[in-house]
């Protein structure tokens, strides 16, 4: 799968922008996928919020699982919040229902403006995210 995920950090407000791109159909994929977060983390050294535009991805019922466990492993260690956004429902569809599974939250914004806005009321009333049990 090349380039799964491109990322543009903003340092002014510590705030990651990431577009995801593939097909997930084998935990293989999604292990390749997820890695490319986890590499863009470790590298960055520090919690950082994100924005990630998920038009270009479909996770395939049969890993959803698979996905969700990973991505809250990821995201639990190095995510200081987080919104999502996509025009594409199919998209939408499949990322909402693997985060459900993961009990993550759910909400996918329609617009990159939206999930702008949802991360800054995240920073003025103080929030952080924390997943409801902390993944091994």
Do not use: C
């Not at 699982?65 to 199919?90: C, K, P, Q, V």
């Amino acid at each position: 799968m090349a380039n799964p995920v491109t990322f543009v950090y903003d340092q002014t407000r510590n705030l990651v922008f990431s577009e995801d791109h593939g097909k997930l159909e084998t935990e293989e994929q999604v292990d390749a996928f997820l890695d490319e977060y986890r590499r863009y983390w470790e590298a960055l050294g520090k919690k950082s919020w994100l924005i990630t535009n998920i038009d270009d991805l479909f996770v395939d019922g049969q890993v959803a699982d698979h996905y969700a466990e990973g991505s809250l492993r990821i995201m639990a260690r190095h995510l200081l919040g987080f919104a999502r956004w996509a025009t594409n429902s199919w998209a939408r569809m499949s990322v909402r229902t693997t985060a459900l599974k993961a009990r993550m939250p759910a909400a996918i914004y329609s617009s990159r403006a939206e999930a702008e806005a949802a991360i800054e009321e995240m920073r003025r009333t103080g929030y952080r995210w924390e997943p409801d049990e902390h993944p091994r």
